[in-house]
């Protein structure tokens, strides 16, 4: 997993303003944080670079009610700046479940079973799943479980943040 930093200030107030606020212009700097740990890393041996990118879903009714998805808006920039594939529905949440917000780790998982579809061509591929925030790490495991499944040569997470 590739992450910024620790869910922590002074990102994480930052990230909140960003997601539960609506302050989407904020998406091409954060995704920049991003970009940034990720050109560091790309100077380690065992780089990869990503044939395509995903994001984390949402389901339909929680992305009309919000307005948007905030990791489609990042992993949209660093396809871009990353010259590969982005499939903004790769990943559909075909299952509502609890917001995850306030559950714990058992409780995520099992929120989860049979809540994602991939709807992309897998096989072979590199694939980045972006996240905005991991906290349990449930949601990623879960969609890198489908992907394995269907054939991913290799899967990675790039997130702003994750929780302790």
Same mark, same amino acid.
């Given at each position: !997993? =590739? ?42 041996? /065992? @780089?990869? $670079?990503?044939?395509? !990118?995903?994001?984390?879903? =949402?389901?339909?009714?929680?992305? @009309? ?7 489609? /808006? ?6 871009? @700046? ?6 903004? $529905? ?16 058992? !409780?995520?998982?099992?929120?989860? $079973? ?34 394995? $499944? ?7 997470? @790039? ?6």
């Amino acid at each position: !997993m =590739l992450f910024v930093t620790d869910y922590c200030l002074p990102l994480n107030r930052l990230v909140q303003r960003f997601k539960f606020n609506a302050t989407v212009a904020l998406a091409p700097a954060l995704a920049r944080l991003i970009l940034l740990r990720v050109l560091d890393a790309k100077r380690q041996p /065992l @780089w990869q $670079k990503p044939d395509c !990118m995903v994001s984390v879903p =949402l389901h339909s009714r929680r992305a @009309w009610r919000r307005g948007f998805n905030q990791s489609d /808006l990042l992993a949209n920039c660093l396809a871009r @700046w990353l010259q590969c594939d982005y499939f903004p $529905k790769g990943i559909r949440r075909i299952r509502a479940g609890q917001s995850q917000h306030q559950l714990n780790a058992r !409780m995520r998982r099992n929120n989860l $079973k049979g809540a994602f579809r991939v709807d992309f061509p897998v096989a072979g591929r590199h694939i980045i799943i972006v996240d905005d925030v991991v906290t349990t790490g449930s949601t990623v495991a879960e969609i890198a479980r489908l992907l394995k $499944k269907q054939g991913a040569a290799t899967i990675q997470v @790039w997130c702003l943040c994750r929780t302790l």
